[in-house]
């Protein structure tokens, strides 16, 4: 290929109503913890019928692992995967099993979204069962929140085993802090729910109390959100996380989070922050699936070019962005020395919601456009 045909348009979604050309978007990554089940120790009672010592020997964890989701970080690579397999004491408990439900979140893009301040459904149930742990003692059988790392968490679940006499201290604990929560979220997340559900007695196998403390301990303590904003481009967001995806095992507790930032360093330190996290309850970090990186060019006759003909077409500035988000110009960029590229798209609204829907004008229009740019760079 010669320098004269030496670039690439990527055509991808536009989460804005806006035209917008992307001009580089934050590398997603994604990554996994999972911490081990504990020894011995106890926080609160719970009415426990006859303990059993367990050690698993685990098959790999692979089949239980979701694919990784990709994106584009501007001068990063990928932070991969991680996850622990460890030996857990498990108990057998006897009481009146707890539905817990975190719900009526909005969600959103972990990426383009993350910078609203919306919650995230595993971040609450960590604060809630948290509260509850000083409240009254409980045995945690269940716990599952999210399906995507990119998505933040809009539904989290736990059941619990309880004493009955105790029932009425989870609801009012609940009602406070479903309260609280949406005044703290108020005009970002204003319909978050608890709901308290009751489901019979029953004797089941529930974390041991020591495997039970470290779970609380990761939940309480795993980075979510913002967790600084770029000094060079206005109101982007540099470096964020999200843990979009929670899942506890018969014998493991998974924990898959995408980490995105345009600077190394902070990226790493991200990453380092939670696999000490992990590494110090017990648990074990991987990481894996690099992603390349696109960075920005202050000179490129592409974007020029791009910007010159919308604003023939349609006689107004066409808008160059920036986005946390993940964009796959970065592969091509790697691979390709001295690459100019973009990349546009239609509209997507509320995307990674179950509200997401495309604008179909949009697409009409985007096809119009980029079928003028590639007729003038032919020329």
């Not at 998974?254 to 939670?274: D, M, P, W, Y």
Request: proline share 3%; hydrophobic share 40%.
């Amino acid at each position: 290929m010669t320098d004269k045909f030496k670039y690439f348009i990527a055509i991808v979604a536009d989460t804005g109503r806006q035209a917008q050309l992307f001009i580089h978007g934050p590398r997603a990554a994604a990554q996994r913890g999972v911490l081990d089940h504990g020894q011995h120790a106890q926080r609160h009672a719970f009415p426990v019928v006859q303990p059993a010592q367990m050690v698993c020997a685990f098959n790999s964890v692979a089949q239980r692992m979701a694919e990784v989701q990709r994106g584009a970080q501007a001068g990063l690579p990928l932070v991969p995967l991680h996850h622990v397999l460890l030996h857990h004491q498990a108990a057998v408990a006897s009481g009146r099993k707890v539905n817990v439900k975190v719900c009526g979140l909005v969600g959103g893009h972990s990426g383009a979204e993350i910078h609203k301040n919306r919650a995230s459904a595993n971040i609450l149930m960590g604060q809630f069962l948290y509260e509850l742990s000083h409240v009254c003692g409980y045995a945690l059988k269940e716990l599952e929140g999210g399906q995507q790392d990119n998505v933040i968490t809009k539904e989290c679940e736990a059941v619990l085993l309880v004493l009955p006499e105790e029932i009425s201290q989870i609801t009012s604990l609940a009602k406070k802090m479903q309260k609280d929560f949406r005044a703290e979220y108020t005009g970002t997340d204003d319909t978050i729910t608890i709901q308290i559900t009751e489901a019979g007695d029953m004797d089941a196998q529930v974390l041991h109390p020591t495997s039970q403390e470290k779970v609380l301990f990761y939940l309480m303590n795993m980075p979510f959100g913002v967790k600084k904003m770029s000094g060079t481009i206005e109101n982007l967001v540099e470096t964020s996380c999200n843990p979009g995806i929670l899942k506890l095992y018969g014998d493991e507790l998974f924990v898959q989070t995408s980490i995105r930032s345009s600077v190394g360093t902070a990226k790493e330190a991200l990453s380092h922050k939670i696999q000490y996290l992990t590494e110090f309850l017990g648990g074990e970090y991987e990481t894996e699936g690099a992603y390349p990186a696109w960075e920005y060019r202050k000179a490129s006759p592409l974007r020029d070019k791009m910007v010159e003909i919308y604003k023939n077409m349609y006689g107004k500035d066409l808008e160059v962005v920036a986005i946390h988000a993940g964009l796959e110009c970065g592969i091509f960029y790697e691979r390709m020395e001295n690459l100019d590229c973009t990349s546009l798209g239609p509209d997507i609204l509320d995307i990674h919601t179950s509200k997401e829907r495309l604008d179909m004008a949009s697409v009409k229009r985007v096809w119009e456009y980029l079928t003028e740019v590639l007729k003038n760079l032919k020329d």
